[in-house]
């Protein structure tokens, strides 16, 4: 399987559009299903495990869907791919790094993924740009229903969809929000921001998910009950939290715009220099970096260079997207030089 | 220091922390031994004897008969789930309710699901146990090279199928 060809676009979380895209970079909304007839999946024996895969991946790749879904057996990547994969929010670490039969199914919009055999049997995932939580929802909860006509859900009238982890039973589902809060970083307020969202149940991560720590002033919004609260409450609730949030981040733009415009002007353009010229630049660099060109792009401070070569620079200086577009493993020095080489090549013509 | 169950001095001392809240176990060596958290030959805490002496701790006098449980279908027990976090299968959620509801209760702050049900559940149950049942033989008869007996087991399959 040659999955080259993703690294010349950036898949529909990065695409920079949608509601809200100036600080919404996408939403994400996951369900988590198990079959019926077997165990989960790290109890089901290597030979259950392989009946799980062949027969989801037969129900998965007949589905009738208007963008056809493309299944890959993640046992049989290489582990640059697997980590290309993660890197583009098609696959979690823990099918990456897994064992046993295992897979994902995908579109080429990249908008809608079907993970077999990671911690429950199916982890269906829908993308959408920007905020849009109920697209994305009408979209997985027509999924879930033509893949439950064609095979036999775990269900348990009381407590609903049933998962290997009690924290994901009832409705299975995990809506996450990915937001880029530069302003409310600068203006030192996510203590503030933040304290509110524990007291609702809502969990913040980085941009990687689970144990990803936030970098460049990214975050994702996720809920954490799924037992008791219909998808449709637990959905306007973490669209209230996101409401606030965004009111908060806008201010503090504001803010910093009326009182320390040359400060923010500075920042934003030390920021683009240093992608310019560097001559070696980490990945954690190059994510703060970026954040501060994408203020810039979004407070009308910079004007030639657009938001699209932004979001695609997030992407293809990820370890594993940098590996497939130079055409070879590189090492820690190695993969810092070369990032640096791509970022000014990327951003020669940009004044 | 005083060991908790007897009036020897203690040595070995547990910390649990569950939602914010600590308690702290003390046992002398002796009583540490007699719930194998050391090992004679060891200096070091048994990890595995020590979770399962701090989680009988945390749940009381239930534990005893929660510690018995073991799931029919997966024979997975109660305390391995409390150990690694995941159940073993389906079935679970009903094999280690009562231990299983006071942790949702806990977790979601409700034991009860509101929301989606799945559509085709109650029609399709019959036919996709059948189902099943023909892909697992289809699993078999491939894995045991019996090709004639795998095609006709696809043919079975397809047919019924028809409805996917």
């Given amino acids: 399987m040659n999955l080259d060809a993703l690294t010349s676009t950036t898949g529909e979380w990065l695409r920079g559009t949608g509601p809200e895209s100036d600080i919404v970079i996408s939403t994400r909304i996951r369900l988590a299903r198990n079959l019926a007839s077997f165990p989960f999946t790290h109890r089901a024996t290597p030979q259950q495990r392989a009946e799980i895969e062949s027969l989801l991946r037969d129900r998965i790749t007949r589905l009738d869907l208007p963008h056809p879904l493309r299944y890959i057996s993640v046992t049989a990547l290489s582990p640059l791919d697997r980590q290309l994969l993660v890197e583009r929010q098609l696959i979690s670490r823990e099918l990456a790094n897994g064992d046993g039969p295992r897979g994902v199914a995908f579109d080429e919009r990249e908008a809608v993924s079907i993970m077999v055999n990671e911690e429950d049997q199916l982890r269906l995932q829908v993308m959408r740009s920007g905020l849009a939580l109920e697209q994305a929802w009408h979209e997985i909860d027509h999924l879930d229903d033509l893949l439950e006509a064609k095979v036999c859900y775990a269900w348990h009238e009381q407590y609903g969809y049933l998962t290997a982890c009690p924290t994901n039973v009832g409705t299975g589902l995990r809506a996450s929000v990915m937001l880029h809060l530069p302003a409310i970083g600068l203006t030192r307020q996510f203590e503030k921001v933040f304290r509110s969202l524990q007291k609702i149940n809502l969990v913040v991560r980085g941009l990687y998910g689970e144990g990803s720590r936030a970098s460049g002033d990214f975050f994702q919004i996720s809920n954490q009950i799924t037992l008791g609260r219909s998808e449709t409450t637990v959905l306007s609730e973490l669209q209230g939290v996101v409401a606030k949030i965004l009111s908060y981040e806008r201010n503090a733009r504001a803010a910093l715009m009326a009182e320390k415009r040359m400060e923010l002007q500075d920042r934003v353009s030390r920021a683009l220099g240093a992608l310019q010229h560097a001559t070696m630049m980490t990945s954690d660099e190059t994510m703060e970096l970026l954040s501060s060109v994408r203020l810039g792009i979004n407070m009308g401070l910079l004007d030639d260079i657009s938001m699209d070569a932004v979001n695609e620079l997030f992407i293809h200086t990820q370890p594993s997207h940098l590996q497939k577009l130079v055409g070879g493993p590189l090492d820690g020095e190695e993969r810092n030089a070369a990032r640096a080489r791509y970022l000014r090549t990327r951003l020669r013509h940009t004044a | ?164």
């Fill in chain 2, 1 to 164: 220091m005083q060991c908790q169950f007897c009036a020897n001095p203690a040595t070995v001392h547990l910390t649990t922390i569950v939602d914010g809240q600590k308690t702290v176990q003390h046992l002398c060596e002796a009583c540490a031994r007699q719930h194998y958290l050391v090992e004679h030959h060891q200096a070091e805490l048994n990890i595995k004897a020590a979770v399962h002496f701090m989680l009988t701790q945390q749940l009381g006098p239930e534990a005893e008969e929660l510690s018995r449980l073991t799931c029919p279908e997966c024979s997975i027990k109660y305390m391995e789930f409390r150990a690694e976090g995941r159940l073993g299968c389906p079935r679970d959620y009903e094999a280690f309710r009562r231990g299983l509801e006071p942790l949702l209760k806990r977790v979601h702050r409700a034991v009860r699901h509101v929301g989606k049900r799945p559509p085709h559940y109650q029609q399709n149950r019959q036919r996709l146990a059948e189902l099943y049942e023909l892909h697992r033989r289809l699993c078999q008869a491939v894995e045991d090279e019996q090709y004639e007996l795998a095609a006709q087991l696809r043919d079975l399959i397809r047919a019924r199928e028809s409805f996917g």
